[in-house]
């Protein structure tokens, strides 16, 4: 047989392969990586989307919870599982974020995933103690800008979203402030309520009920678009910041060879989840803009954020690790 023959031969039995892995998909149950611990806004979106999905798909989709090193431990097992589907990684910012803040992966965030599907989109707010001096996002910008280094800005630990965000919020201003890194927003709410820090950057979720009980104020949202939950608070773009936008998103993504029919199958089925009304009502119940994509937009969009906050990390001169 000449290599041509040979080659073609090979070319045919994979495409069958494909095809019947594609028409017998799934074969057993699905397992969802989750790089964070279980109860959190990602987890619940997983868990959500999870239920729905197993069943249209007639097999059970399980939560598998893998927190801890900045999503790494998740993203190597998903990375090095077999491409047939059945194992899938919930990407999110920090993925992106990891790519740019780590000297080193265990695993090439642009080429070793295949994204199939954003789940959903949620805020970022900027926030103040309910009894704050500054009542809108003008003042809080005019104090800072007047007071070089005076106004804190609280945030969650280092490289996080809310950190790196909050990095974004001060080169994107262009006011001199200080930016108080805590160990997660329990911390900062305690310390925004006791006026160790002037304001800080936070998901919006886990704050809105201080913000309901007027324990908080919030003062602008990072988003394209106003919260549904708080139509009344105006986004920093409209305060006068029209290069600052963040929002934090979820999505799935399953190893770089799986067959394009198996991605698009798994595509189908979580568009179908993310739409239906139940799970969108569930999800807007945790302030998540439930919104499915194409799996090109989902690429985009993980290819897109990891040279943006690859570039607030270097702007914020924050070490590698």
Same mark, same amino acid.
Request: hydrophobic fraction near 45%; charged fraction near 20%.
């Given at each position: ?8 031969? =090979? ?15 799934? /074969? ?182 201080? %913000? ?53 199958? =798994?595509?189908?089925? %979580? ?21 499915? /994509? ?9 290819? /897109? ?17």
């Amino acid at each position: 047989m000449t290599f041509q023959r040979l080659a073609c031969s =090979l070319l045919v039995s994979m495409t069958f392969a494909s095809v019947a892995m594609a028409q017998t998909f799934p /074969s057993k149950p699905i397992r969802i990586v989750v790089p964070f611990g279980a109860g959190g806004v990602a987890d619940l979106t997983a868990r959500t989307v999870a239920q729905k999905l197993g069943e249209s798909l007639g097999q059970a989709v399980v939560i598998d919870n893998k927190p801890g090193a900045g999503g790494v431990v998740a993203g190597d097992a998903v990375a090095k599982a077999e491409p047939d589907g059945h194992t899938l990684l919930l990407m999110s910012n920090g993925t992106a974020v990891s790519a740019g803040l780590f000297k080193s992966l265990p695993f090439n965030t642009a080429r070793d995933f295949a994204p199939i599907s954003t789940l959903g989109f949620f805020d970022i707010a900027i926030i103040t103690p309910a009894d704050s001096k500054f009542k809108n996002l003008g003042e809080l910008l005019a104090f800072a800008k007047a007071n070089p280094g005076k106004l804190n800005l609280g945030t969650i630990n280092i490289g996080s979203t809310q950190n790196l965000a909050g990095e974004l919020f001060k080169t994107s201003s262009g006011a001199d402030m200080q930016i108080v890194p805590f160990n997660g927003t329990p911390a900062v709410i305690t310390a925004l309520r006791g006026g160790q820090v002037d304001a800080a950057v936070e998901i919006l979720g886990p704050v809105l009920p201080q %913000i309901k009980a007027n324990a908080l104020r919030a003062l602008a949202v990072t988003g394209e678009k106003r919260a549904a939950v708080l139509p009344d608070v105006p986004t920093a773009k409209e305060s006068g910041l029209s290069g600052f936008v963040a929002s934090s998103w979820n999505a799935l993504a399953a190893p770089a060879k799986t067959p394009k029919d198996v991605i698009a199958r =798994l595509n189908k089925e %979580i568009a179908a989840a993310v739409n239906s009304p139940d799970v969108k009502k569930k999800l807007a119940d945790l302030n998540v803009e439930a919104r499915a /994509s194409s799996p090109e937009q989902a690429a985009e969009l993980l290819a /897109s954020e990891t040279k943006r906050w690859g570039e607030v990390i270097v702007r914020a001169k924050i070490p590698t690790q």
